[in-house]
């Protein structure tokens, strides 16, 4: 009997302990990664992914440019290819810390550009220089009610004085 005595004592202890290792191995899991990105800052520069066919200020074609979401809606990379075989690529993500997007460019002529930015109203305007230079550089983004995109690049060699247009492009999403 007193086998049979003990196992009636042990076993809601074995069964309690056994709840309890349960419920430590099943907490809950934390958010999938796909869900992390997804605070109404990340989502401002969304309307610039795309696939585009780009054109200057004298309406002829440019180049062509692709935008697209990655690291699971985290980042933009942009990869570029001018019409005179220039290309480049820019990763684009949003700070939370320091409020602000920030962009590395870099092309296939050792071209480097950090900028650092806001959506201000409806347009997103980077700002930044290049390594070992005083030139400024400011490049602006506007969606237009028809889907295209303006893209407005200005330089200012007099710490942002006055700016001189760069380039002046339209983006025309390809179909």
Same mark, same amino acid.
């Given at each position: 009997?007193?086998?049979?005595?003990?196992?009636?004592?042990?076993?809601?202890?074995l069964?309690l302990?056994?709840?309890?290792?349960?419920?430590q191995?099943?907490?809950?899991?934390a958010p999938?990664?796909h869900?992390?990105?997804?605070?109404?800052?990340?989502?401002?520069?969304?309307?610039?992914?795309?696939r585009?066919?780009?054109?200057?200020?004298?309406?002829?074609?440019?180049?062509e440019?692709?935008?697209?979401?990655?690291?699971?809606?985290?980042?933009?990379i942009?990869?570029?290819?001018?019409?005179?075989?220039?290309s480049?690529? +820019?990763?684009?993500?949003?700070?939370a810390? &320091?409020?602000?997007w $920030?962009?590395?460019?870099? !092309?296939?002529? /050792?071209?480097?550009?950090?900028l650092?930015g806001a959506l201000?109203?409806?347009?997103?305007?980077?700002?930044g220089?290049?390594?070992?230079?005083?030139?400024?550089e400011?490049? +602006?983004?506007?969606?237009?009610?028809?889907? &295209?995109?303006?893209q $407005?690049?200005e330089?200012? !060699?007099d710490d /942002?004085?006055t700016?001189?247009?760069?380039?002046?492009g339209r983006?025309?999403r390809?179909p």
């Amino acid at each position: 009997m007193r086998s049979s005595s003990a196992f009636v004592v042990l076993a809601p202890v074995l069964a309690l302990a056994g709840t309890a290792a349960w419920a430590q191995t099943s907490t809950p899991p934390a958010p999938p990664a796909h869900t992390r990105c997804k605070a109404p800052e990340q989502r401002q520069f969304d309307f610039w992914v795309g696939r585009w066919t780009v054109f200057g200020a004298d309406g002829n074609k440019v180049g062509e440019n692709s935008i697209e979401l990655v690291d699971n809606g985290c980042a933009l990379i942009e990869r570029w290819r001018g019409n005179g075989g220039v290309s480049g690529t +820019s990763l684009n993500s949003w700070d939370a810390d &320091t409020r602000q997007w $920030h962009q590395h460019w870099v !092309d296939s002529q /050792g071209g480097l550009l950090r900028l650092a930015g806001a959506l201000q109203g409806t347009r997103m305007v980077l700002a930044g220089s290049g390594p070992a230079t005083t030139r400024r550089e400011r490049i +602006s983004w506007t969606p237009a009610a028809d889907g &295209t995109v303006r893209q $407005h690049w200005e330089g200012s !060699d007099d710490d /942002g004085s006055t700016w001189t247009t760069v380039f002046d492009g339209r983006y025309v999403r390809q179909p």
